[in-house]
């Protein structure tokens, strides 16, 4: 079974902070994706990291995907309110043309101004 | 654009009753996912559907049974429902290829009493 460990599971932090939040497997993952879920929604893609070291940049969103495949890492620059939510990592390791998403049990950040 | 259309969006059931959730996948979308989010917990796999056919199952108890329609729509249909069954259900909808995008609907809230 993979399993995918996110930490830290709660973070409430001041408006302006940075912040780092992990997501961890002993399994090699294709791709993984991290989604941001509000409460009562579905989850929305923020981004997807395919390739072994990969950096990828969103605004004030920066997301890493372990060399090994096997982690990731979503950090968040001067964060705002706008940015609490649920963030959830997702793993995709398939043997045919598409597979299913694993998830993690995600990080509810909470931002007070 | 179209999205993942759910409905109902609420449902109350009593104990042992029947419950059909429904999703409608966005167009030219060939896979479904169904997952069961309970309150505080991250999204769980239950099943998932390419081209009419069941690719993988998850967490899926015994009492539920979906199917993917000719239309692509999917029904997940729940049996004898227990309390524990109470949660939000999500269909998400991804195009074919890899690493694709899966767009998830609003959610269908079932509560049981």
């Excluded at chain 1, 460990?5 to 497997?25: A, D, H, K, M, R």
């Excluded at chain 1, 372990?66 to 001067?78: C, N, P, V």
């Excluded at chain 2, 969006?9 to 009593?14: S, V």
């Excluded at chain 2, 999500?90 to 609003?106: D, H, I, L, V």
């Amino acid at each position: 079974t993979q399993l995918l460990e996110q930490s830290p599971q709660f973070l409430s932090i001041q408006e302006g902070e940075n912040l780092t939040v992990y997501c961890n497997s002993s399994s090699v993952f294709s791709s993984l994706q991290w989604y941001r879920q509000e409460p009562g929604e579905g989850p929305v893609l923020l981004v997807t990291v395919v390739t072994g070291g990969e950096v990828k940049k969103l605004k004030r969103l920066t997301f890493q995907f372990g060399d090994a495949r096997k982690d990731s890492s979503l950090h968040i620059t001067a964060a705002q309110p706008g940015d609490t939510g649920l963030y959830l990592c997702a793993g995709e390791n398939y043997g045919g043309s598409q597979g299913n998403l694993i998830f993690g049990k995600g990080t509810k950040l909470s931002v007070k101004p | 654009a179209a999205g993942v259309i759910q409905s109902p969006r609420h449902l109350i059931k009593e104990k042992r009753e029947t419950a059909t959730l429904k999703c409608y996948p966005i167009p030219r979308h060939d896979t479904v996912y169904w997952y069961q989010q309970g309150p505080g917990q991250d999204p769980q796999f239950l099943i998932s559907f390419y081209e009419k056919m069941q690719s993988d199952k998850g967490s899926i108890p015994d009492r539920f049974s979906a199917q993917q329609f000719s239309d692509y729509h999917s029904e997940l249909n729940m049996s004898s429902l227990e309390l524990g069954d109470s949660a939000l259900y999500f269909c998400a909808s991804r195009a074919q290829g890899k690493n694709t995008e899966a767009f998830f609907g609003q959610g269908t809230r079932l509560t049981v009493v």
